[in-house]
C-alpha cells in the first residue's frame, strides 16, 4: 500500500504561480512513476504531469507544456509540480498519483486561479 499526501494548494490570480508537493508513505520501494492529475468540475480527470522514479522519462499535457514542471526527491519521497503562469482554466482539483504494483491516489487539493 502507498499513502499520498497532496499539500499547496490555494487561490492565485492569473499569470501567478504555485506549488504543490505530494509526500508518498508506506511501500515506496514499490513505486515506478509519480504523477499529477487534475479534475475540473464537470469534466474528465486527466493527466497533468508525470515523471519515473529515476526522474529520465517525464510527461506533460500539451496545455501545461512549457509552464508546469514536475519533479521529485526521492530522499525526501515528494513529487512536487511547479506551475507558473496559471490561467483560470487551471482551475480544477489537483491529485498525486503513484504507480506500482497498483495505481495510488491522494485525496486531491484545490487550486482556484481568479482574478
Known amino acids: 500500500q502507498v499513502q499520498l499526501v497532496e499539500s499547496g494548494g490555494g487561490l492565485v490570480q492569473p499569470g501567478g504561480s504555485l506549488r504543490l508537493s505530494c509526500a508518498a508513505s508506506g511501500s515506496i520501494f514499490s513505486i515506478n512513476v509519480l504523477g499529477w492529475y487534475r479534475q475540473a468540475r464537470g469534466k474528465q480527470r486527466e493527466l497533468v504531469a508525470s515523471?519515473?522514479?529515476?526522474?529520465?522519462?517525464?510527461r506533460y499535457a500539451d496545455s501545461v507544456k512549457g509552464r508546469f514542471t514536475i519533479s521529485r526527491d526521492n530522499t525526501k519521497n515528494t513529487v512536487d509540480l511547479q506551475m507558473n503562469s496559471l490561467k483560470p482554466e487551471d482551475t480544477a482539483v489537483y491529485y498525486c498519483s503513484a504507480v506500482s504494483s497498483g495505481n495510488y491516489w491522494g485525496k486531491g487539493t484545490l487550486v482556484t486561479v481568479s482574478s
Open positions: 515523471i519515473t522514479i529515476s526522474g529520465s522519462i517525464t
